[in-house]
């Protein structure tokens, strides 16, 4: 014991140290005689490919439903998640009780040899059978042979470091002119951008700030509102725009617009003949669900309004694909982002409308951390992002 520690002392400078300790994150599930489970667990590491068959270990809490399972089942997978699922990692740690009845709601699953069930799109997955355990303090250590394996072959780890998520970026050396000088995007732009909008925001910015300061490196971050959030309190995002809701006290937010949601119809649809709806025209027709936040969390407030009398004929998380349904005319979106283009991708006519007593999808806003000095390339950025949403044809 180092000299000066108490035994509690060392054991929360001890977790505090490993809190700086990156690690994957990683869903350890099982399913069998004694029933499916599933937790988020950081420890898991790789112990030998060259036994018989590669092994590798994953530390479960022995309090754990999931640990009881395992040694039931004797059966586990390990699942690998990409830098998009944080939100699987978040429901798996029961920090979205309120969003999923049954934790694995919040994914689709298969299975492989094992019979342990398996994310269907991870970055890599495991199929392991027990082959030993150990109990070392509040843990199950469990060895386990991999039998199968998944691998994807593309995007990047879910990473937990510093009590954050992030996502590893390659680390670049500042350049600087031949005269030492550095200029005001020596450092690369690591910027976050809420998906649904990123397209209609970035390209504009990144012009201007070419134009102003010639060619500069830029990391760009676009996902749902978790995973650009995430990106953000784990420093992977320098600056972000993203919705204004769930952001900590210690993030320094710019508002920069309120957005109001409208009904995107096919050009046939019956209610595209009235100029504006309200929330019960939409009674008796299908909505196309754009199935991220705060997409969902708005429907489901209209719904209540209605007497949630409102259904949902489709899910996708993708912007472009629900325009592409509504499109073919299998229902209505309620969307807050405007494309220029009132044609889906395959060229079916579209037309939105006004959605009176609708409320807001919430406000549109740059942040950052607030102990954090922003580059002079970002603090050019927030300059134009200003700029940009103080014009009278501001983009969304």
């Given at each position: 014991m180092t000299e000066g520690n108490t035994e509690s002392g060392l054991r929360?400078?001890?977790?505090?140290?490993?809190?700086?300790?990156?690690?994957?994150?990683?869903?350890?599930?099982?399913?069998?005689?004694?029933?499916?489970?599933?937790?988020?667990?950081?420890?898991?590491?790789s112990v030998s490919a060259d036994s018989p068959k590669p092994t590798l270990l994953v530390c479960v809490h022995h309090m754990s439903e999931t640990a009881e399972r395992i040694v039931e089942n004797g059966v586990f997978c390990v699942n690998v998640l990409r830098d998009d699922q944080a939100v699987?990692?978040?429901?798996?740690?029961?920090?979205?009780?309120?969003?999923?009845?049954?934790?694995?709601?919040?994914?689709?699953?298969?299975?492989?040899?094992?019979?342990?069930?398996?994310?269907?799109?991870?970055?890599?997955?495991?199929?392991?059978?027990?082959?030993s355990r150990q109990s070392v303090g509040t843990h199950f250590v469990f060895l386990g042979e991999v039998v199968d394996l998944f691998i994807a072959g593309h995007g990047s780890p879910l990473i937990y470091a510093n009590r954050a998520y992030g996502s590893p970026g390659r680390i670049s050396v500042a350049?600087?002119?031949?005269?030492?000088?550095?200029?005001?995007?020596?450092k690369p732009l690591n910027v976050g951008c809420f998906e649904t909008f990123a397209p209609y925001l970035l390209p504009t910015l990144i012009g201007r700030l070419t134009e102003e300061t010639g060619p500069f490196e830029l990391n760009m971050i676009e996902g749902n509102?978790?995973?650009?959030?995430?990106?953000?309190?784990?420093?992977?995002?320098?600056?972000?725009?993203?919705?204004?809701?769930?952001?900590p006290d210690d993030i320094e937010t710019q508002h920069l617009?309120?957005?109001?949601?409208?009904?995107l119809l096919a050009?046939?649809?019956?209610?595209?003949?009235?100029?504006?709806?309200?929330?019960?025209?939409?009674?008796?027709?299908?909505?196309?669900?754009?199935?991220?936040?705060?997409?969902?969390?708005?429907?489901?407030?209209?719904?209540?309004t209605t007497g949630n009398q409102l259904s949902v004929g489709f899910h996708s998380a993708s912007f472009e694909m629900v325009r592409g349904l509504v499109g073919h005319g299998l229902g209505y979106a309620v969307l807050a982002t405007r494309p220029v283009s009132g044609m889906s991708y395959d060229g079916k006519s579209l037309v939105s409308r006004p959605l009176v007593h609708g409320g807001e999808l919430g406000r549109v806003v740059l942040a950052w951390k607030k102990d954090r000095d922003l580059?002079?390339?970002?603090?050019l950025f927030v300059r134009h992002c200003g700029e940009l949403f103080e014009a009278e044809d501001s983009p969304v």
């Open positions: 929360a400078g001890f977790v505090d140290a490993m809190s700086y300790a990156a690690s994957t994150v990683n869903i350890v599930t099982t399913d069998g005689s004694a029933g499916r489970s599933g937790v988020t667990v950081s420890a898991m590491s699987i990692s978040d429901t798996f740690a029961g920090r979205l009780k309120d969003r999923f009845k049954e934790k694995f709601d919040c994914a689709e699953w298969t299975t492989q040899v094992t019979g342990a069930p398996r994310v269907v799109d991870p970055l890599v997955a495991f199929d392991c059978r027990v082959i350049k600087r002119s031949a005269t030492g000088n550095s200029s005001a995007a020596e509102q978790d995973r650009v959030r995430q990106s953000l309190l784990s420093g992977e995002a320098e600056i972000a725009l993203l919705y204004g809701h769930d952001l617009t309120e957005l109001r949601p409208y009904v050009a046939g649809h019956p209610l595209a003949v009235k100029p504006e709806l309200t929330p019960p025209d939409l009674i008796g027709y299908p909505a196309i669900l754009l199935d991220v936040s705060p997409s969902v969390e708005h429907f489901e407030d209209l719904n209540r580059s002079p390339v970002s603090k």
